[in-house]
């Protein structure tokens, strides 16, 4: 990645994304462990840049255990969506959360440990269940299968790409100046007009969903997906920083490639099981 840096934003930014999408649509297409692997990577590293975020901010979470705690979860219900592992384990992960509080009584230094807890469990909510989530969408007929998956990235690809392009040489009224002073109404509608683009080309080769299905589904990425990127932008306004991290040149770090996904996951889900 350091023989990026020679290159400017944008061309980072491409020869990344490129780089990134097609591990990501090998891994997802390959096989369902290979989707496995691929997310449990991510959802290790996510966890890992969020506690060293507002470790920057005084907070001292419990790094080590929450990303146990969020990989346990992960995995679970992998394994439990996959029909290889009994729901009952999944009980298993509420005695190994209730260890965060039992370990902070031997901290004796700390000031404010309960605040420290709650940054360690807020790093398993906001990342880890999200990411959980996405498992019950990838077995959604009750077998491993990569088009629901890859058709949420590539959506959600979109919306990003075409919010990028059109806010950077469009972009006049300010969207949401407080949080994010670059995002703009012209960038959100042109990720839109993106993304129902490539859902309608999708529909017409990938048929796990109904149509009207996917459609639905663009919208809670485009709105959740911006809701995402404004919400991780209060983080990282709070903290006073430009980036979640380094490890992806031209686009940060693996929060600021996925913030739109954790937020819209829950929705996504939400509506494939209940409607």
């Not at 509420?94 to 509080?101: G, N, T």
């Not at 509608?189 to 299905?213: D, K, R, S, V």
């Amino acid at each position: 990645m350091a023989a990026l840096q020679k290159y400017n934003n944008l061309t980072q930014r491409i020869i990344t994304g490129i780089i990134g999408a097609a591990a990501l649509i090998f891994g997802i297409c390959f096989s369902e462990w290979t989707y496995f692997a691929i997310f449990f990577a991510l959802v290790g590293l996510s966890l890992f840049e969020f506690y060293k975020l507002v470790g920057l901010d005084g907070m001292v979470p419990q790094k080590f255990l929450g990303i146990i705690i969020g990989l346990s979860i992960f995995s679970l219900t992998f394994f439990i969506e996959q029909e290889t592992a009994d729901p009952k384990y999944f009980f298993l992960v509420f005695p190994l959360a209730y260890f965060v509080f039992m370990i902070k009584l031997y901290k004796k230094f700390e000031r404010k440990p309960f605040t420290n807890i709650a940054f360690t469990f807020l790093g398993v909510f906001y990342i880890a269940m999200p990411f959980s989530l996405l498992n019950i969408a990838v077995y959604e007929n009750g077998f491993y299968n990569f088009e629901v998956i890859l058709g949420l990235l590539l959506i959600l690809w979109a919306s990003d790409t075409g919010a990028y392009f059109a806010g950077t040489y469009f972009g006049r009224r300010k969207l949401f100046e407080r949080i994010s002073p670059k995002k703009s109404w012209e960038g959100f509608f042109g990720g839109a007009a993106l993304a129902f683009l490539i859902t309608f080309i999708y529909t017409q080769y990938f048929h796990t969903l109904e149509n009207h299905q996917w459609y639905v589904i663009a919208i809670l990425i485009i709105v959740g997906g911006t809701f995402g990127d404004l919400i991780e932008s209060l983080l990282k306004r709070s903290i006073e920083i430009k980036d979640s991290g380094s490890a992806l040149p031209g686009h940060g770090g693996f929060l600021d490639r996925f913030d739109g996904l954790l937020i819209a996951s829950p929705f996504i889900v939400a509506y494939l099981e209940i409607f």
